[in-house]
């Protein structure tokens, strides 16, 4: 996967990978988070399973439906030169947890994010991911914004410097979407009477 340069490249060769495990191992990876989370609080808990559920098994999903259709438009696009940094880092993350324990799940979850974030373009935590404070992975205006994005400096093996999403400038709670569509519609109106010629 290092050395693919076209969208077509990777996708073939991530579905090559995720295609060895079965919808009992994505289960199982889900179940192991399950597990991982039970002592945070019920309402923060609540709100994250369903959004790792679907990053675990939306991505799954739309690779394979992805190979099955023919890869989709733009498949001849190169990739960034991030993707192969990325999977060198796949490899590192791999080969450094094998030393004390079995790697499956990890590259299981470095090659669906790896899928979102090189082919599908998205952030690796699908938008409305919550985090502990409230706030969440949103999207505004065709731009992904992360509360927590530049915070991963120094993180070995974290996704985030390889994520589509921007660092957000102002906090990212559910309910900003509306105070942000509430001030569009009124940057409109003033630009309108401002403007009007008639």
């Known amino acids: 996967m290092q050395e693919a340069r076209t969208r077509e490249e990777l996708i073939r060769l991530l579905a090559t990978e995720v295609e060895r495990y079965s919808l009992r191992d994505l289960q199982t990876m889900y179940a192991r988070f399950e597990e991982k989370t039970r002592d945070l609080p019920d309402h923060y808990r609540s709100l994250l399973l369903p959004k790792v559920k679907e990053q675990i098994f939306s991505a799954h999903h739309r690779l394979l439906l992805l190979v099955r259709n023919g890869g989709g438009d733009d498949e ?35 090659l669906l994010a790896g899928f979102t974030i090189f082919v599908m373009e998205e952030p690796a935590h699908p938008v409305g991911t919550p985090f502990p404070g409230g706030q969440i992975i949103d999207e505004w205006e065709g731009t992904y914004l992360c509360p927590v994005r530049d915070m991963a400096d120094g993180i070995p093996f974290a996704l985030c410097p390889y994520c589509p999403a921007k660092q957000s400038e102002e906090p990212t709670y559910p309910e900003m979407r509306e105070h942000r569509k509430e001030q569009r519609k009124k940057e409109s109106l003033n630009n309108y009477w401002t403007n009007y010629k008639g």
Do not use: I, W
Request: proline share 9%; net charge positive.
């Open 76 to 110: 001849e696009a190169p990739l960034p030169k991030s993707a192969q940094s990325y999977f060198r880092m796949v490899e590192a993350a791999a080969r450094e947890k094998a030393k004390t324990k079995d790697p499956t799940f990890l590259y299981l979850k470095y």
